[in-house]
């Protein structure tokens, strides 16, 4: 069975500062991982996501994620946070026809 | 033109009732989910379905019965609602099965039972 763990509960940053959200996920075929953010009140959004190729990948708002085969990792990057920024991140895995699994989120708040 | 609508946005009620939250998409896709989040902001997948076909039921009471008239729309009924059933309830649809190239949710219905 898949599962993706996100280790970060809650990250508080000030505003410039860089980010790094943690995903690790264990899944047994080629996956295809995803960044999701839910700002305050709000649905979730699709912030990026990797199918295969450039491990490095851009997403929408600065953000950027790198996959790390080796090391089961999907960690999401911001390298100068705005106040904006303060919402909840999901990492998930999937693959195939399966349905993706999400992580249990990532409380960011950014003081301004 | 909003993407995957869900209504009502807000549902408060009392214990014991039934209520329905109505999802549609407008993106062609083929596949409709409905996840639960409760308060802790853990999301849970409930149903999937494709093309009007259930294809995932996760453990979920069998107060819950989602119904498909057609793959734009995919609704959820809960008979007898109780307090645990307090969560928001997120529909999302995707292009393929699996949602491989990643999820459209729509808005949310936050459910408060009490």
């Known amino acids: 069975a898949q599962s993706v763990s996100q280790h970060n509960h809650h990250v508080i940053l000030s505003e410039a500062a860089s980010l790094e959200l943690g995903c690790n996920y264990s899944?047994?075929?080629?996956?295809?991982l995803f960044w999701y953010v839910q700002y305050p009140g709000q649905h979730l959004q699709l912030l990026l996501k990797y199918f295969s190729g450039d491990p490095l990948v851009k997403g929408i708002k600065g953000f950027e994620a790198e996959f790390i085969k080796s090391k089961f990792s999907f960690n999401l990057r911001k390298p100068s946070v705005q106040w904006s920024d303060t919402a909840e991140y999901f990492c998930a895995a999937g693959g195939g026809s399966y349905i993706p699994t999400f992580g249990r989120g990532t409380s960011l708040i950014v003081h301004p | 033109d909003t993407a995957v609508s869900q209504t009502p946005k807000y549902l408060v009620t009392q214990m014991g009732n039934d209520k329905s939250i109505k999802c549609e998409q407008n993106l062609g896709h083929d596949t409709m989910y409905w996840y639960k989040q409760d308060s802790k902001k853990f999301l849970k997948i409930m149903f999937s379905?494709?093309?009007?076909?259930?294809?995932i039921n996760e453990t979920v009471p069998n107060r819950f019965s989602p119904k498909s008239p057609d793959k734009a729309h995919l609704n959820l009924h809960i008979n007898s609602l109780e307090l645990g059933d307090s969560a928001v309830y997120f529909c999302?649809?995707?292009?393929?099965?699996?949602?491989?190239?990643?999820?459209?949710f729509g808005s949310g219905t936050r459910l408060t039972v009490v």
């Open positions: 379905y494709n093309n009007k076909e259930l294809i």
């Open positions: 999302a649809s995707s292009q393929n099965t699996g949602g491989s190239y990643g999820y459209t």
């Open positions: 899944y047994g075929g080629t996956v295809n």
